[in-house]
C-alpha cells in the first residue's frame, strides 16, 4: 500500500512540474500578445452602487449626469407617488371607518381628488374613486422603481463593458465616408489603412 501512494505521489508531482514548466514556456510565447487592462472590471461594479460614478471612472464623463439625474429623478417620483399612496390609503381607512367622514386640516389645499366633508358621509362612488387613485398611485410608484431597477443595470452593464472596453485601439485606420455626386447619387466609401 506504501508503494502505491509513494508511485501516485512521485507520479503527481512529476505532472505539476511538468505543467508549470509548460505553462512558463507558453507564457513567455504569449506575451507578446496579451492585452493589459488599465482598469478593473470589479472596481467599476462595485463603483455603480451610484450611477455615473462607473462612468467616471472608465472616464465617460459625459455619460456620468445622465445616469445620475435619472436615478435621482426616479427616486424623486417613487418618493411623490408612495407619499400619494399614503395620502389615499389614510383616507380611504377614514372613509370606511364607523363615522364615515374624512376631514381635512387645509381645505384651501383640497383638489378634486380629494374630498372636503365636514358633516356629510361619502357615497360608495367617492369611495370607488378613492381607491381607483390609491391603485393608480401604487401603480406608478411601483413602474418607478421597475424604472430605477432598469437604470442601475444599464449603468452596471454600461460601466462593467466600459472597462474591458478602455483599453480597445480606435485609431483612424478604418474610415466610412458618405460622399454625394453631381447626379444626386451617394457614394459610400470604404478606406483601410495599416
Do not use: C
Not at 166 to 192: K, W
Request: charged share 20%; proline share 3%.
Amino acid at each position: 500500500m506504501l508503494k502505491i501512494i509513494t508511485i501516485l505521489f512521485l507520479f503527481l508531482s512529476f505532472t505539476l512540474l511538468n505543467a508549470q514548466e509548460s505553462d512558463s514556456t507558453s507564457n513567455i510565447a504569449n506575451d507578446t500578445t496579451s492585452i493589459v487592462m488599465t482598469k478593473k472590471p470589479s472596481e467599476a461594479l462595485w463603483r455603480s452602487v451610484i450611477p455615473g460614478w462607473g462612468q467616471v471612472y472608465n472616464e465617460e464623463y459625459w455619460k456620468a449626469p445622465i445616469l445620475f439625474s435619472a436615478a435621482a429623478s426616479l427616486t424623486g417620483l417613487i418618493i411623490h407617488f408612495n407619499s400619494e399612496f399614503n395620502d389615499y390609503s389614510n383616507q380611504i381607512e377614514s372613509a370606511l371607518d364607523a363615522r364615515k367622514r374624512i376631514l381635512l386640516e387645509n381645505p384651501e389645499q383640497a383638489t378634486n381628488e380629494y374630498f372636503f366633508i365636514e358633516n356629510q358621509t361619502l357615497s360608495a362612488r367617492q369611495v370607488e374613486i378613492l381607491k381607483d387613485n390609491s391603485e393608480l398611485a401604487r401603480d406608478r410608484r411601483d413602474l418607478s422603481g421597475l424604472y430605477l431597477l432598469g437604470v442601475y443595470v444599464i449603468s452596471t452593464v454600461d460601466a462593467y463593458v466600459g472597462t474591458h472596453l478602455y483599453d480597445f485601439n480606435v485609431d483612424e485606420d478604418v474610415s466610412l465616408n458618405f460622399l454625394p455626386r453631381f447626379d444626386g447619387a451617394l457614394v459610400v466609401s470604404l478606406s483601410y489603412s495599416f
